[in-house]
């Protein structure tokens, strides 16, 4: 957790904390340890992830390049106004995040506008961050049903769910995090004007805005549209009618349809929405080739992040005294999987402040453990992957997270200014909808 909050990558720094672990519980093997436990997990995320990283860097940045995400942003702004700057920027970047448009693109796409708005609506910058932090990594992130965030993707590999799990529960705990977050950011912005508090003086260096010609906004929405309409097609509809029958074969790696339904749903999607741009916003495209070489270069480094993670969680998962942690977790109120595995997943991801890391350690380590008392309970699998899935956007949030250090740095704000927002809409707000969603599911099941 230090080092990652001083900035120092986790490509190296995960090896080298689980060789770190391994010598200190055991002695060693170091390099057997990391070549056949760490990268072998490491190697493993890959495979299963590596086509959603890609083709989503992909899409955020044709959407970028093709002028769509700064007319949606620009678009939604206007219409709500300065009086309206909080909600206008947490919106935009809500409609952004939800159609499969990464988290950077998106402040860095917002970001100038929201700065002007706030500004001339006199709330503080330092509030900014929030709104942003509010609307690409909380509901739409982990809440509603069919959100493309790999965060959603994960545990439908571990518990043979969909991205639409739950969707009741989801849409009743993403507007928890909606108005519970801009009811605070709202109370806050009309604090600091009570007392005076105007923009603030900043010396800022803001992303030049270009009047460049840009799709309309019918059209820009298009490729969003195309995301969460295939996703839900695909998901709920097609594949799950299809013969899949093939993939109890060996060479398909003998797995069940439902484990890989999710992932392909998201993979038609994204592929769509990409054609979608570049057929019908082909004009809009300076340089089409140098737009997918940077978007698939953007890729590598997400995925290598968690990945990394993810082979540094199955280093400590060997380790004799994980066992004892283990049972512990899981032993915290046996007869309510769904509390434990939302102190799991939030556990996780707040140590490696990654979400879609603690996640996917959790499910690495434990989802087995957890889907079998959950069936044997009567638990429905639905109700196991939202649970998972919000928790995985609570702790992660901490100081050191690596999303919240990029987000500070682009808005030229500091944890010392701007954290404590992001720490209540960003982690105690999802706790507590993590919390209604546990209740509600324990009271009436998945729905």
Not at 80 to 104: D, R, Y
Not at 149 to 159: D, G, S, V, W, Y
Not at 282 to 293: A, C, E
Request: charged share 10%; proline share 5%; with cysteine.
């Amino acid at each position: 957790m230090y080092f990652a909050y001083r900035g120092y990558s986790v490509l190296y720094l995960a090896p080298v904390l689980a060789a770190l672990a391994v010598l200190v519980a055991q002695g060693g093997p170091v390099l057997a340890t990391y070549t056949q436990i760490f990268m072998t997990s490491l190697g493993r995320y890959v495979v299963l992830f590596f086509p959603i990283f890609l083709l989503g860097a992909i899409f955020g940045k044709l959407m970028a390049d093709s002028g769509s995400s700064t007319t949606i942003a620009h678009t939604i702004m206007q219409r709500l106004g300065a009086g309206h700057a909080i909600t206008a920027v947490t919106l935009a970047c809500g409609v952004l995040t939800f159609g499969g448009v990464s988290l950077f693109v998106v402040a860095f796409a917002i970001y100038p506008i929201a700065a002007a708005l706030f500004r001339e609506a006199q709330v503080p910058k330092r509030l900014i961050a929030g709104a942003i932090a509010l609307g690409s990594f909380t509901f739409t992130m982990t809440a509603f049903p069919g959100t493309p965030a790999i965060q959603n993707a994960i545990p439908t590999r571990f518990f043979g769910t969909t991205t639409f799990a739950a969707p009741g529960l989801g849409i009743i705990a993403g507007c928890i995090m909606l108005f519970g977050g801009l009811a605070w950011l709202q109370m806050r912005a009309r604090k600091a004007q009570a007392a005076g508090e105007g923009y603030g003086d900043h010396q800022e260096n803001l992303p030049r805005f270009e009047e460049a010609e840009r799709p309309g906004f019918a059209l820009a929405m298009l490729p969003i549209v195309v995301v969460i309409g295939l996703n839900a097609l695909f998901s709920l509809v097609v594949f799950p009618r299809l013969d899949l029958g093939y993939l109890a074969q060996q060479a398909y790696g003998n797995v069940s349809p439902t484990a890989v339904i999710g992932t392909w749903a998201l993979i038609v999607a994204l592929l769509g929405a990409i054609l979608t741009v570049l057929v019908l916003q082909r004009r809009y495209l300076r340089d089409p080739q140098k737009t997918l070489n940077e978007g698939t270069a953007g890729s590598m480094l997400p995925i290598f992040n968690t990945a990394s993670e993810v082979g540094y969680g199955a280093v400590i998962a060997s380790l004799a005294a994980f066992v004892v942690v283990r049972d512990f977790v899981v032993g915290i109120a046996p007869d309510t999987p769904t509390i434990s595995l939302a102190i799991a997943v939030n556990a996780l991801a707040g140590i490696t402040g990654s979400a879609s890391g603690g996640l996917s350690i959790a499910l690495d380590t434990l989802g087995g453990t957890y889907l079998e008392r959950a069936n044997a309970l009567g638990i429905s699998p639905e109700l196991l992957h939202r649970i998972a899935t919000i928790s995985s956007g609570g702790f992660d949030s901490l100081p050191h997270n690596g999303a919240v250090i990029s987000l500070l740095t682009i808005t030229g704000l500091t944890h010392k200014s701007s954290y404590g927002d992001i720490f209540v809409v960003n982690l105690l707000i999802p706790v507590l909808a993590l919390v209604t969603v546990i209740v509600l599911g324990t009271m009436f099941g998945a729905f």
